[in-house]
């Protein structure tokens, strides 16, 4: 593999490692009318890169706004990543909210005659089976909240995504 290629020359050809390679090789020289030197590279690789922050900003965002928007009796709690420093307190902080958002659930009268069911209180989601109403408390509830089921509560993907980032970041710095 690579054998052919030139080392600081422009003239890559020969060198790609698979057909998917070449084509992307050609596309680019078809689009722009020239062969990709170092400098557009690094020119390419510099957007992309100030494309990637934008668009991780904008995510983030997204993410703020959905757990803004949880219900006012479960804010206090979901804010509460902020002051978590280290992971175990990460995933005490998310035991936690989990308990508090089950605290929170109103069973639905007409789901069941044998166990309480009830929807997210978070998300207000009522569970994706036909055959049933909202999720089984507590521990239906708590495998969706845990994001164990296919759909997960996107509330609390959003705080936990933010919440790991946090923590993350204050690491990474120390
Ligand atoms: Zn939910």
Not at 23 to 42: M, N, S
Not at 81 to 105: F, H, M, P, Q
Request: some cysteine; glycine content about 10%.
């Amino acid at each position: 593999m690579g054998r052919g290629g030139q080392k600081g020359g422009v003239r890559f050809r020969r060198a790609f490692e698979s057909k998917r390679q070449a084509d992307q090789y050609e596309a680019y020289v078809k689009i722009t009318g020239h062969e990709p030197g170092a400098e557009d590279l690094t020119a390419e690789i510099d957007r992309l890169k100030a494309e990637l922050r934008q668009v991780k900003a904008e995510l983030r965002q997204v993410r703020r706004h959905t757990v803004d928007h949880a219900p006012t009796a479960a804010q206090e709690s979901l804010q509460g990543y902020w002051s978590c420093n280290t992971w175990d307190e990460l995933w005490e902080w998310r035991r936690s909210v989990i308990k508090v958002v089950i605290g929170l659930a109103q069973p639905i009268p007409e789901a069941s005659d044998f166990e309480e069911r009830a929807n997210c209180p978070l998300c207000g989601s009522g569970g994706h089976s036909p055959h049933a109403l909202g999720y089984k408390l507590p521990g239906g509830l708590k495998l969706y909240l845990e994001g164990e089921r296919a759909r997960p509560c996107h509330v609390m993907e959003a705080a936990w995504c933010l919440a790991r980032e946090t923590v993350g970041k204050e690491e990474s710095d120390a």
